[in-house]
T-cell receptor
Framework: ELKVEQNPLFLSMQEGKNYTIYCNYS?????LYWYRQDPGKSLESLFV?????AVKQEGRLMASLDTKARLSTLHITAAVHDLSATYFC??????????????FGTGTLLAVQP | KAGVTQTPRYLIKTRGQQVTLSCSPI?????VSWYQQTPGQGLQFLFE???????NKGNFPGRFSGRQFSNSRSEMNVSTLELGDSALYLC???????????????FGPGTRLTVL
């Protein structure tokens, strides 16, 4: 059964600092998704990583995927308060075809302090 | 282009009742999926539909059911509500071209269900 683990679960950081969120998954997958969720809101797609070695950047966020290590990272550069949210990684469930079924990590609650 | 819409946004029910939630996908999206989000269990997949057919189902009891209409709109139904069914129910849609699915699922704002 596919398991997706994130760490840390909670991250309090100061504005201007850098940090990394880690996402490990237990079975082979060639793609991984990162989502952001603000309190009481829905999920916003951040990155879709489609192959080993994929790296994508948007503003102060950069995501990468290492399918051999079954590891994705979400790196935050020079954090600002607006980045405070919960971040989820998700991996498609093993299935014999295209599927919407995503297995989500537990989420990382990021709080950026001024 | 309008996003995924879900109705109602908030709902309060009592144990034993049933509830129907509605989801309208982004125009042109024929693939719809449903997720349940709770503080204890996190985000869990309920089911997915494509062209009115259920393609995959998560590990939920038979009280949870769904369907998709010819216009791609989808509904999910929960019968005999239990306290543990209190959750945020999220619908997501995905664009398809024939049998090819694009990669990003777009989520709606969710329906917050409270069971008393």
């Amino acid at each position: 059964e596919l398991k997706v683990e994130q760490n840390p679960l909670f991250l309090s950081m100061q504005e201007g600092k850098n940090y990394t969120i880690y996402c490990n998954y237990s079975t082979t997958s060639d793609r991984l998704y990162w989502y952001r969720q603000d309190p009481g809101k829905s999920l916003e797609s951040l990155f879709v990583l489609l192959s080993n070695g994929a790296v994508k950047q948007e503003g102060r966020l950069m995501a990468s995927l290492d399918t051999k290590a079954r590891l994705s990272t979400l790196h935050i550069t020079a954090a600002v308060h607006d980045l405070s949210a919960t971040y989820f990684c998700a991996v498609p469930a093993p299935y014999g075809g295209a599927t919407n079924k995503l297995i989500f990590g537990t989420g990382t609650l990021l709080a950026v302090q001024p | 282009k309008a996003g995924v819409t879900q109705t109602p946004r908030y709902l309060i029910k009592t144990r034993g009742q049933q509830v129907t939630l509605s989801c309208s996908p982004i125009s042109g999206h024929r693939s719809v999926s449903w997720y349940q989000q709770t503080p204890g269990q996190g985000l869990q997949f309920l089911f997915e539909y494509f062209s009115e057919t259920q393609r995959n189902k998560g590990n939920f009891p038979g009280r949870f059911s769904g369907r998709q209409f010819s216009n791609s709109r989808s509904e999910m139904n929960v019968s005999t509500l239990e306290l543990g069914d209190s959750a945020l129910y999220l619908c997501a849609s995905r664009f398809t071209a024939g049998t090819v699915f694009t990669d990003t699922q777009y989520f709606g704002p969710g329906t917050r269900l409270t069971v008393l």
